[in-house]
C-alpha cells in the first residue's frame, strides 16, 4: 500500500459536501493512509449536505496536529463554519508552513484565504470564490486539480478522480513546485 506510513487529518463540520469528505477519506484508507475526522467536538456526528454523518475522531483542541502528515479540507459550507475557529486556522497555517500536505477543494479555499497562506499560490477551486481566491493573493486557474508544492486543490465532485490520484501521488513522492 503507497500510503501505509501516512497520517492525515480530515476537518469535518456540519453541511459538509458529502462526497468531498468521504470520497478522499475512503481512497487515502485504500491506500493504507491512516485518516482521522477532527472536529470541534470529538465524538460528535456532523451531517453532510444530503445527510451522510461523519462522526469525529478528535476535536480540534486535542489533535495533536504536529504528528500528522497533512490535511483535508472538504467543501460544501462547512469551510464557511471552519474558517472562524482559530484553532482550525493554527492546524492549516503548521501544515503550510512545514510544507505538509494541504489537501482543498471546492470551497474549502475559504479556509486557506482565513488562515492567509493563498499569497503567490496556484490553485483552483469552485468557480463561484475565484474572486475571493484571487483577493487573497493566489493565481486561479479553472482546471479539475492543481499541484503546487504541497498544495493540492480541486473544484468539485466530478474531479474527485483527478483530486486523489494527484493527491495520493503528492502524499506519497512530495511536493512539486516548493
Known amino acids: 500500500m503507497r500510503l501505509s506510513n501516512k497520517r492525515i487529518l480530515a476537518f469535518v463540520e456540519n453541511d459538509f459536501e458529502d462526497l468531498e469528505l468521504w470520497y478522499p477519506l ?65 492546524i492549516v497555517q503548521y501544515m503550510d508552513n512545514q510544507k505538509r500536505v494541504i489537501g482543498q477543494i471546492c470551497h474549502a479555499g475559504w479556509v486557506l484565504i482565513s488562515a492567509d497562506i ?26 479539475s486539480v492543481i499541484v503546487d508544492g ?7 465532485p466530478p474531479d474527485l478522480p483527478d483530486y486523489l490520484r494527484e493527491l495520493i501521488s503528492v502524499l506519497e513522492n512530495g511536493s512539486t513546485r516548493d
Not at 124 to 141: L, Q, V, Y
Not at 150 to 156: G, I, M, P, T, Y
Open 26 to 90: 475512503l481512497r487515502l484508507r485504500e491506500e493504507g493512509a491512516t485518516v482521522h475526522l477532527v472536529g470541534k467536538e470529538e465524538n460528535k456526528t456532523y451531517k453532510g449536505k444530503y445527510g451522510v454523518p461523519a462522526v469525529a475522531d478528535y476535536s480540534y483542541d486535542d489533535v495533536n496536529y504536529y504528528e500528522y502528515d497533512g490535511v483535508l479540507v472538504p467543501g460544501g459550507w462547512a469551510p464557511d463554519k471552519l474558517r472562524r475557529d482559530s484553532k482550525v486556522l493554527e
Open 118 to 143: 493563498l499569497n503567490n499560490k496556484v490553485v483552483t477551486s469552485t468557480p463561484g470564490i475565484k474572486d475571493d481566491m484571487r483577493n487573497a493573493g493566489a493565481e486561479w486557474h479553472d482546471e
Open 150 to 156: 504541497h498544495l493540492v486543490s480541486s473544484r468539485r
